[in-house]
């Protein structure tokens, strides 16, 4: 009766050892997968990184404007209020008179038409 006890006991940890053994073989094969993954997408990123720095580059963004018959701008100019604007070179305003008829209508508070809202 021993003997059978011991055999089966022994053919029970047998069993119990070949299971995680297997178990541990499909957890190590899914590790592997994974790694091959990450190196697929890591090789993707730095692939799409290099293409966003040749898209991003100066002399591909002129290039391209100059194809669709894009200009430089010509200098800029900072506006103060209550000074008259006057037109430069390739440049008009909609009306001088404007700008100063809705400084006329402005009321103490800075707002137009004098209701303060």
Known sequence: ??????GMMFFAVLFG???IQAQRIEG???IDQLDRDIAEQSDLHRSLRAQVA???SPERIMAEAQKLDMVEPGPVAPLVAGTPITPTSGSAPASTTEASDTSRSSDSTGT???SGR
Do not use: F, H
């Open 1 to 6: 009766m021993l003997a059978v006890l011991s």
């Open 17 to 19: 050892a070949v299971t």
């Open 28 to 30: 190590q094969r899914q």
């Open 54 to 56: 040749v898209s991003e």
């Open 112 to 114: 137009a038409g004098g």
